[in-house]
């Protein structure tokens, strides 16, 4: 079964998106009249190496991820630490793939994975084939949380620039089945950037079946947000998909593929 088919049984439970102002409106009054506070912070942005543990119920592990936190100084460099998406994303998939999300035939494309926490997770959790990707400066850090966090089977770094798009093809080269993106938005610059390499994704397979992202993002800007789900309607079917308020209530989930 594809993993199409196995979230379109889901959909009752999910949240059709269909206009980013009314999303905004509402992750705000849902979740912050919730009285839920924001979680604990789950990353430490200050060390070079740290060690995540990922509470998925009977899928728990953790991993040793290494960082460079000195390159997340630099301007408009992010990805050298952790952020806390990626660990709620990758606990989420951790406890649906101990239920419904078999994750083991599919194969996975991170963007944007910085030190790759996701990918890894997800290799982890046992997909069949995982290529996390970033920019060139992020590849060294990347490449090496690769290669402490294989197991058996794929999983691979590349660099996958969203401004020049999979020149290489490398990324593309097996049929994806599912994207993955973990907090990959903090700034309105990069929204078109980003939605046009999940397009690239997306519209990647030959045979026609569809792709499907799950996104994971932290509330952090009204606006950010906004203009970030307006550039995903444009394309995308989108689906919130529930969380429990009280605990990721900042941390949104989202599940599109291609109109
Ligand atoms: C806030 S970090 C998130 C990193 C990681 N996904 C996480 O959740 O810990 C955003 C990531 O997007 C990447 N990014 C920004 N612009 C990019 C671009 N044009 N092409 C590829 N990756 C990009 C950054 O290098 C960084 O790793």
Not at 30 to 52: F, H, L, N, P, T
Request: contains cysteine; hydrophobic residues 40%.
């Amino acid at each position: 079964m594809s993993f199409y088919n196995i979230i379109s049984k889901e959909l009752a439970s999910y949240i059709a998106v269909t206009d980013a102002e009314e999303e905004v409106c509402e992750l705000y009054s849902v979740y912050y009249s919730s009285g839920s506070k924001a979680r604990e912070d789950r990353v430490d942005a200050s060390r070079s190496s740290v060690e995540i543990e990922i509470n998925g119920g009977r899928r728990s592990f953790t991993l040793t991820i290494l960082q460079n936190p000195h390159i997340n100084g630099e301007l408009g460099q992010t990805g050298g630490v952790l952020w806390n998406s990626s660990v709620v994303l990758s606990e989420y998939f951790a406890r649906r793939s101990t239920d419904t999300w078999d994750l083991t035939p599919l194969n996975i494309v991170e963007l944007g994975s910085g030190c790759g926490l996701v990918g890894i997770a997800l290799h982890r959790l046992g997909a069949r084939r995982v290529v996390v990707t970033d920019q060139r400066r992020m590849m060294k850090v990347l490449a090496k949380n690769v290669e402490l966090g294989r197991t058996k089977g794929m999983l691979f770094a590349t660099e996958y620039d969203w401004d020049k798009g999979a020149e290489d093809q490398s990324v593309l080269r097996e049929p994806v089945d599912l994207v993955v993106v973990s907090d990959c938005v903090y700034h309105e610059a990069v929204v078109p950037m980003l939605v046009g390499a999940m397009k690239e994704v997306c519209r990647s397979r030959a045979d026609g079946n569809r792709v499907v992202g799950i996104i994971g993002q932290e509330l952090r800007s009204d606006l950010v947000h906004q203009a970030f789900v307006e550039a995903l309607l444009e394309s995308f079917v989108v689906y919130r998909i529930p969380v429990d308020p009280g605990v990721d209530a900042f941390y949104t989930l989202y599940a599109v593929w291609l109109k």
